[in-house]
């Protein structure tokens, strides 16, 4: 669902209190997806990381692959109960960490992260370039981050398009809403956001080249996964999802020989509001510019709504 954005802040997709995880992933179909999400992930992340950040990470449903190269992972999703369900599953320690707060508003500290991923999230997101800012603000100099977004320019919309069955154009580099909150992104759209923001486009692979019902019903999942690992060499942007790997140029900033990750957690947080400075009270977060205080519910650091607020 959508919330109603703060003045300053763009809408957000909410999916607090919804079955996401067994009406859209578990028994429904979508195995062929997921086993091609985890393999390129597993061909895009370098060998060795120190924290990794996840943007949208739901209820965890790809966290375990980040932990083949990353030390340490922060999950952040605007939903506090897909946290819950992500640190009931994950447990909790040192390798984890769990927040609900606000893709345009990050509340973390400048270079935090040496490792930033973004899967199935910034199709949700209608400020890119808000989304990406801050990005590259929580990212030490020379980390990896790993995009994926929907395509606009797929073989199937520019099918519709030529036969006249949709209006929009899949050739036009602007964003387009086909549902409220979900966008499709032009490949080179997405590349020159990334470029304004100080990375630099290592690869592209484009992946679910079998993305059809009637496919996944009739061949196993493990083929038509096998299948796309071919295709995706062949480097054509023309299917409706495709992951990009960049990595945030050096600029005078810390790298991530400066990330200590047996450090305190708190360490890592600012205020969202104010970018201030936090003390901790408690199970509370106490931020002295911003009079601003905000919860810690059960292990998860809770950044949605101040206490002050609710």
């Known amino acids: 669902m959508m919330r109603e954005p703060r003045p300053d802040r763009p809408s957000i997709c909410d999916y607090e209190g919804s079955n996401y995880r067994t009406e859209f992933w578990e028994n429904q179909g979508r195995d062929y997806e997921d086993r091609v999400e985890r393999a390129v992930l597993r061909r895009l992340m370098p060998e ?32 506090f109960s897909r946290a819950e369900y992500a640190r009931d599953q994950l447990g909790a320690g ?22 930033v991923s973004m899967i199935r999230t910034i199709h949700h997101m ?43 154009s899949p050739y036009t580099r602007e964003p387009y809403e086909f549902v409220e909150l979900n966008f499709v992104f032009h490949p080179q759209y997405m590349v020159d956001a990334l470029e304004q923001h ?19 019903r009739v061949i196993p999942a493990g083929t038509l996964a096998a299948l796309d690992t071919v295709l995706q060499y062949s480097g054509l942007l023309l299917t409706p999802s495709i992951f990009v790997r960049s990595s945030k140029l050096p600029a005078g900033g810390p790298t991530a020989q400066s990330i200590d990750v047996s450090a305190d957690p708190i360490n890592l947080f600012v205020c969202p509001e104010s970018g201030g400075p936090l003390t901790r009270e408690g199970d509370v977060l106490y931020s002295p510019k911003s ?17 002050n607020e609710t």
């Open 48 to 79: 060795r990381g120190r924290r990794l950040l996840e943007i949208g990470a739901g209820f965890g449903r790809l966290t375990a692959e980040y932990l083949k190269s990353y030390d340490q992972i922060v999950l952040l999703d605007y939903s």
């Open 94 to 115: 040192s390798k984890f960490i769990y927040v609900a707060a606000d893709a345009y508003a990050l509340p973390f500290k400048p270079a935090q992260f040496d490792g």
């Open 126 to 168: 209608a400020n890119v370039q808000l989304a990406l800012q801050q990005v590259a603000r929580v990212m030490t100099d020379g980390g990896v981050f790993m995009l994926e977004h929907a395509n606009k320019q797929n073989f199937k919309a520019m099918t519709r398009y030529a036969l006249k069955r949709q209006s929009w």
């Open 198 to 216: 100080g990375f630099a486009i290592e690869r592209r692979v484009p992946i679910s080249w079998f993305r059809l019902g009637a496919l996944k």
């Open 291 to 307: 009079g601003l205080r905000w919860a810690i519910r059960d292990g998860i650091f809770d950044f949605k709504v101040p206490l």
